[in-house]
C-alpha cells in the first residue's frame, strides 16, 4: 500500500538556518502531496500541497517540489524562526484514498 | 467561519467505561476522517465517513470502536469498555470534496484512560 518516509528527528537548529527536511513516498498511481505542521497541543494545520509532478507548493517561506523521479517531497526553508519550531508531517493521497501520514519530524529552532 | 470543531479537548475515562469523541466539520463539508496519534508517532487513519455512510473503515479496530456520522448532528467515535492502550489523542478532520484537496483538522481529543 502506499507510505510515506520521513527523516527522523529531532531536528535542532539556529535561528536563520537553512532546512531541508526528507520526505521519500510509494504510492501507485500519481499521488497529491501536502506538508502539515503541528504546533503544540493543537491540530494539524496545512503547510502546502502539491497535485502533480514538478509542481512546486509554498506557503510562509517554506517550499516542496514534487519530483516524481526520486518519489520525494523535501521540504526546505531558507531561513526558519523560533516560531517554526513544530512537528512537520509529510502526506500522500492516492486519488480518493484517505491520507496516508509519516511519522512526523520534530524541529526546533534556538535562538 | 469555524473551522472543525472537536469535543471535549481533554477527557479522561476509568477502564471498562465508554468514551464518546465529537466532531463537526467544516461548514460545507461532507468527507470526516478520524485518525488516532499516539505519543511521538504519526498519525494513524481509522475511519473515513459521508453523511450516514461508512466509507472506509479499514484502520478501525474490529471490537470496541464504533464510528457514525448522521444526517443530522455531529460525527461520533464511540469507544466501548475503554482500556489503557486507547489512551491517544484522536483527530478529526473534514474536506469538502476528495482528498487531493487536503483537510482541515480539529484540535483533537486528548483521552486518557486511567
Known amino acids: 500500500g502506499d507510505s510515506v518516509t520521513q527523516m527522523e528527528g529531532p531536528v535542532t537548529l539556529s535561528e536563520e538556518a537553512f532546512l531541508t527536511i526528507n520526505c521519500t513516498y510509494t504510492?501507485?498511481?500519481?499521488?497529491?502531496l501536502f506538508w502539515y505542521v503541528q504546533y503544540p497541543g493543537e491540530g494539524l494545520q496545512l503547510l502546502l500541497k502539491a497535485t502533480k509532478a514538478d509542481d512546486k507548493g509554498s506557503n510562509k517561506g517554506f517550499e516542496a517540489t514534487y519530483r516524481k523521479e526520486t518519489t520525494s517531497f523535501h521540504l526546505e526553508k531558507g531561513s526558519v524562526q523560533v516560531s517554526d519550531s513544530a512537528v512537520y508531517f509529510c502526506?500522500?493521497?492516492?486519488?480518493?484514498?484517505?491520507?496516508?501520514f509519516g511519522k512526523g519530524t520534530r524541529l526546533s529552532v534556538i535562538a | 467561519n469555524a473551522g472543525v470543531m472537536q469535543n471535549p479537548r481533554h477527557l479522561v475515562r476509568r477502564r471498562g467505561q465508554e468514551a464518546r469523541l465529537r466532531c463537526s466539520p467544516m461548514?460545507?463539508?461532507?468527507?470526516v476522517y478520524w485518525y488516532r496519534q499516539l505519543p511521538e508517532e504519526g498519525l494513524k487513519f481509522m475511519v473515513y465517513?459521508?453523511?450516514?455512510?461508512?466509507?472506509?473503515e479499514s484502520g478501525m479496530p474490529k471490537e470496541r470502536f464504533s464510528a457514525e456520522f448522521p444526517k443530522e448532528g455531529p460525527s461520533i467515535l464511540r469507544i466501548q469498555q475503554v482500556v489503557r492502550g486507547d489512551s491517544a489523542a484522536y483527530f478529526c478532520?473534514?474536506?469538502?470534496?476528495?482528498?487531493?484537496?487536503?483537510?482541515?483538522f480539529g484540535s483533537g481529543t486528548r483521552l486518557t484512560v486511567v
Open positions: 502526506a500522500l493521497t492516492s486519488g480518493n484514498t484517505p491520507l496516508v
Open positions: 465517513l459521508q453523511k450516514e455512510n461508512i466509507i472506509d
Open positions: 461548514k460545507g463539508h461532507s468527507h
Open positions: 478532520a473534514s474536506s469538502g470534496a476528495a482528498p487531493n484537496y487536503g483537510y482541515t
Open positions: 504510492a501507485t498511481g500519481y499521488p497529491s
